[in-house]
């Protein structure tokens, strides 16, 4: 069976991304296993203090990207945020649970952590921060986390203390700026030749897979 493989970048702490998972179940229900997700990071809030203060320094800083946030939580009813995200709590950097998660992934292809705690990993810690207002970026957090999506912690701290986690994120890192990947979430498709930025609706993602299932020639790009 032909597969649709979607490179799928994307910050812990973006809010789009956390809507996007709506995306995201819509497409694995209605295509199952004509689509294979591949997960990477990117560093959009690296530095949350940086970020506030260089690109919201004029439109409120922290209180004025929360309060353009519950604004636009108006659109998505069927997940609310929490009233005190970016308020009384303020994760320092998405760097850290990244590295975590990165280190879940590596531990599954190496066969230690079973299939299907990273993706219940990712989702757990999304949550953790906009529908509990836990802060992602202390390791307590994280390691709550990961142990409750069913992660073997003694062999993320291996993957943490032996540096190949930050080897992979690394990697997630590099290949987003080589793909040309501007912002969270972003969708690549058809070997780089289509990308899909920001909140992108269902339908859109849709017609892509579609017209990538329709076996368009190795040297025709895809129109849609």
């Not at 990477?40 to 922290?62: E, L, P, S, V």
């Not at 850290?96 to 292809?109: D, E, F, N, S, Y």
């Not at 202390?138 to 701290?157: F, T």
Request: charged residues 20%; hydrophobic residues 45%.
């Amino acid at each position: 069976m032909q597969r649709v493989p979607i490179v799928y970048f994307s910050d812990i702490l973006c809010v789009w991304a956390y809507w996007a998972q709506l995306r995201i179940d819509e497409v694995t229900r209605n295509f199952g296993d004509q689509v294979e997700f591949q997960p990477r990071f990117c560093a959009i809030f690296g530095d949350t203090a940086n970020k506030m203060a260089t690109g919201w320094a004029a439109k409120g800083g922290y209180d004025g990207f929360r309060a353009h946030l519950m604004h636009a939580a108006e659109a998505f009813p069927e997940a609310p945020l929490n009233p005190e995200i970016w308020a009384s709590v303020r994760p320092t950097s998405s760097l850290a649970p990244h590295l975590v998660l990165k280190a879940i992934q590596v531990g599954t292809a190496d066969g230690d952590i079973a299939p299907g705690v990273f993706d219940r990993a990712v989702i757990g810690m999304r949550r953790a921060f906009f529908e509990q207002a836990q802060d992602i970026s202390a390791a307590r957090v994280q390691h709550a986390v990961a142990e409750a999506a069913g992660a073997d912690l003694a062999a993320v701290m291996r993957l943490l203390g032996n540096g190949r986690a930050h080897a992979a994120l690394s990697t997630d890192y590099s290949q987003a700026t080589t793909m040309g990947v501007q912002g969270s979430p972003t969708f690549v498709l058809n070997e780089g030749r289509q990308k899909l930025y920001g909140n992108v609706g269902y339908r859109i993602i849709e017609a892509n897979i579609q017209e990538l299932l329709r076996k368009p020639s190795a040297d025709q790009a895809s129109w849609c």
